[in-house]
């Protein structure tokens, strides 16, 4: 029964890659260019393409649920906020992690990739949901602090890339912890959790774990600098200890 | 402005705004293991920078700058 279950499984993901692959195709080919002629106005193109994107990844998470790839529960959805802006700092143990968040909070700004956004087919998708590229380190810090300023919210890995896995201790770069000082901005924390582990990094998608995964989504209440650090040191004693504050909070309910 | 006023500027960039001791700053110091500036502190190094010259460093020069000297030599060739 359990090599039954195995091999549906190893089929729902497969086929879940498939879907997802095929269906960034599409979208990327065809509907996230015709936005561009159909939706003229910049701002409203930007939220019609999330709404989209975030539509597509709930659709996407049902699916690999009903396919029984994977159950995922949801805790703290009171803090979501859709129209206030937020720096959204989660931990990154998965490839499926970012699917949850972006259908959790659909108009949240992300950053991308630069071998996703100069990609073909990606291209039009990025450039229509009008996200941030990963480019060189000071713009991309600088377009973070502008954009949350202007209003949009922002979902920023401290980590910087997926959790290593089998690595002893959380790792947090100092990025995540500069925009929330430059920026000032309201920071929710979300702890993920995958059980048992899948889809991290350098892993291919094949190796499916031995049983249904479950991704744990905790998403703790509302922060800021102010309370994570108190007192009133330098941008960069602050940046340098909420840092530190923020990998505490991770490493702690995580362990 | 010369080599001279640039560096006295960027050791009040770095004492004021990267807090490092005044005393270890010099031409020649390693940036990374001997003043401890970090990769955050680099990118706010090279923002001020720019404020103070008008010059924007490349990254693929910032990523072999290791002194003040250094700094010094990717701005005359700028």
């Known amino acids: 029964m359990k090599r039954l279950n195995f091999a549906w499984r190893l089929f729902a993901t497969g086929f879940s890659f498939a879907v997802f692959g095929l269906g960034g195709l599409i979208l990327g080919l065809f509907l996230f260019p015709l936005l561009f002629v159909v939706v003229r106005d910049d701002r409203n193109r930007q939220a019609v393409a999330r709404s989209l994107i975030s539509k597509a990844f709930g659709a996407f998470v049902w699916m690999m649920k009903s396919l029984g790839a994977l159950s995922y529960q949801v805790q703290g959805a009171e803090h979501i906020c859709s129209n206030r802006s937020q720096l959204i700092i989660a931990n990154h143990p998965t490839l499926i992690d970012v699917v949850f968040l972006v259908s959790l909070f659909p108009q949240t700004n992300c950053v991308i990739k630069e071998a996703v956004t100069r990609n073909p087919f990606m291209r039009s998708t990025v450039a229509a949901a009008n996200y941030i590229s990963n480019s060189e380190t000071h713009e991309l810090l600088q377009s973070c602090v502008a954009r949350l300023k202007g209003g949009e919210s922002l979902l920023l890995f401290p980590e910087g890339t997926r959790t290593t896995k089998g690595s002893q201790q959380l790792e947090f770069k100092l990025g995540a912890a500069s925009v929330a000082v430059d920026s000032e901005a309201e920071i929710l924390p979300i702890l993920i959790r995958c059980t048992p582990p899948t889809l991290g990094k350098h892993e291919p998608w094949y190796k499916i774990p031995p049983r249904r995964f479950l991704v744990s989504i905790h998403i703790l209440g509302p922060t800021s600098v102010g309370q994570l650090v108190p007192g009133n040191a330098s941008p960069r004693h602050m940046k340098r200890a909420l840092n530190k504050a923020l990998l505490n909070i991770f490493s702690q309910a995580l362990s | ?78």
């Open chain 2, 1 to 78: 402005m010369n080599d001279d006023q640039l560096f006295i500027k960027i050791k009040e960039i770095l004492v004021k705004q990267l807090e490092i001791d005044e005393s270890v700053v010099t031409l020649d110091a390693n940036l990374y293991e001997e003043l401890e500036i970090d990769s955050i502190d680099a990118v706010d190094l090279m923002v001020q920078i720019k404020e103070l010259t008008g010059k924007k460093i490349p990254p693929d020069q910032f990523q072999k700058i290791r002194t003040i000297a250094d700094v010094l030599e990717v701005l005359s060739r700028l």
